[in-house]
């Protein structure tokens, strides 16, 4: 996969993209990520960026030609790349659109700063746009690592048998159950004694139902989309009734 990013800020993404997964998945070149500065694209004077709002109003909106033209010259570049724009008032990104997006060939992140992008690159320039989250933060970088983040780890490749992502809390709409390594009895608290049965099947369906305790407890609007059997929508109806204690099995 092809990712570009257009930021004022390329240096916030040097470190994250050399360490850990990102920074193998790039050594491996199953992912090749390329910053570029949207200020090599301003082509007045000053290099000018920014420029405050029409009518008035209280801080600073990024200019539409520089990133018009960064945008142009990225399509020219990588004909068919999808081209998201990072914005608090975009589409929520979570699991199920990060598996979609994991399917392209190439994306741009586009890193908003200020007060926000002229409305015509939002509508005439861009095809998409997503927010990390209900909350503000002051640029688009960090929400461009998230998502480059979460969609590294969908490559295929990218994550070995050790990291595999197919049972974490999301992949099957439900929380990830409890987990424990050694030593067995730390300062005191001791792991459930079913992990260390041996019995892969009791073991298999002990960490199912714990996580859909964990997902009754701290997620419910989750169990609205995962997919449960007969048995499993019997527990959870079980677990709210309190005919069942949520910790005990
Ligand atoms: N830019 C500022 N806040 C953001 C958010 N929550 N998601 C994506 N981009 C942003």
């Known amino acids: 996969m092809r990712i570009e990013v257009l930021t004022l800020f390329p240096e916030i993404?040097?470190?994250?993209?050399?360490?850990?997964?990102?920074?193998?998945?790039?050594?491996?070149?199953?992912?090749?990520?390329?910053?570029?500065?949207?200020?090599?694209?301003?082509?007045?004077?000053h290099r000018q960026v920014d420029d405050r709002p029409f009518g008035g109003g209280s801080g600073m909106l990024m200019k539409p030609e520089?990133?018009?033209?960064?945008?142009?010259?990225?399509?020219?570049?990588?004909p068919g790349i999808r081209v998201i724009l990072l914005t608090p008032q975009g589409?929520?990104?979570?699991?199920?659109?990060?598996?979609?997006?994991?399917?392209?060939?190439?994306?741009?992140?586009?890193?908003?700063?200020?007060?926000?992008?002229?409305?015509?690159?939002?509508?005439?320039?861009?095809?998409e746009e997503l927010s990390i989250g209900d909350y503000v933060l002051s640029?688009?970088?960090?929400?461009?690592l998230v998502v480059i983040d979460v969609i590294a780890r969908l490559l295929p490749g990218v994550l070995g048998d050790k990291e595999s992502c197919v049972e974490e809390s999301f992949s099957d709409?439900?929380?990830?159950?409890?987990?424990?390594?050694?030593?067995?009895?730390?300062?005191?608290?001791?792991?459930?004694?079913?992990?260390?049965?041996?019995?892969?099947?009791?073991?298999?369906?002990?960490?199912?139902?714990?996580?859909?305790k964990r997902t009754l407890e701290r997620r419910p609007d989750l169990l609205d989309f995962s997919v449960l059997s007969h048995e499993e929508k019997k527990f959870i109806e079980e677990l709210k009734s309190g005919k069942r204690v949520a910790g005990s099995n």
């Open 13 to 45: 993404f040097s470190s994250p993209l050399e360490h850990s997964i990102l920074g193998k998945a790039l050594q491996k070149g199953l992912l090749n990520v390329n910053v570029r500065n949207i200020r090599d694209y301003a082509f007045d004077k």
């Open 66 to 78: 520089p990133l018009a033209a960064a945008i142009d010259a990225v399509r020219g570049e990588v």
């Open 91 to 127: 589409t929520l990104f979570d699991q199920a659109k990060a598996g979609e997006l994991a399917s392209l060939e190439s994306m741009a992140l586009i890193c908003g700063r200020y007060e926000g992008v002229d409305e015509r690159i939002r509508k005439h320039w861009v095809d």
């Open 139 to 144: 640029g688009g970088e960090f929400a461009a």
């Open 173 to 212: 709409g439900l929380l990830e159950y409890p987990q424990y390594t050694r030593p067995r009895n730390f300062k005191g608290y001791e792991v459930p004694e079913i992990l260390l049965s041996g019995n892969h099947e009791a073991i298999r369906k002990w960490r199912r139902r714990e996580a859909l």
